[in-house]
Nanobody, 126 residues
Framework: QVQLVESGGGLVQAGGSLRLSCAASGGTFSTYAMGWFRQAPGKERKFVAGISRSGGRTYYPDSVRGRFTIYRDNAENTIYLGMNNLKPEDTAVYYC???????????????????WGQGTQVTVSS
């Protein structure tokens, strides 16, 4: 299984921007569909963004569409989540996840992913 390490979280004011990174090791990165999820205190973990193994397809829920961008660099074994116009409700621990799949699919359900990172905290102040 691939190992995942997130970074880039921090404290930002509302309206600000952050870029999260997720570095993968231990697998052939280009064979993995990837996703970002987040979990706020006392709430369930929720899907934030997904990307197919080549990067050709992406998907976002309405809550972040137009503000967040997921992309990947298969040469660097890394995916990113660019977050703009951040809101206090974006405060959460953000996790990246991987699913080995040769199809050019985007996955959105937590149960579909096989490997998870440890998470990185994003706090947006009002």
């Amino acid at each position: 299984q691939v190992q995942l390490v997130e970074s880039g979280g921090g404290l930002v004011q509302a309206g600000g921007s952050l870029r999260l990174s997720c570095a993968a090791s231990g697998g052939t990165f280009s064979t993995y569909a990837m996703g970002w999820f987040r979990q706020a205190p006392g709430k369930e973990r929720k899907f934030v963004a997904g990307i197919s193994r080549s990067g050709g397809r992406t998907y976002y829920p309405d809550s972040v569409r137009g503000r967040f961008t997921i992309y990947r660099d298969n040469a660097e074994n890394t995916i990113y989540l660019g977050m703009n116009n951040l809101k206090p409700e974006d405060t959460a621990v953000y996790y990246c996840a991987a699913r080995r799949d040769y199809r050019e699919f985007v996955f959105v359900n937590e149960a579909e992913f096989e490997s998870w990172g440890q998470g990185t905290q994003v706090t947006v102040s009002s």
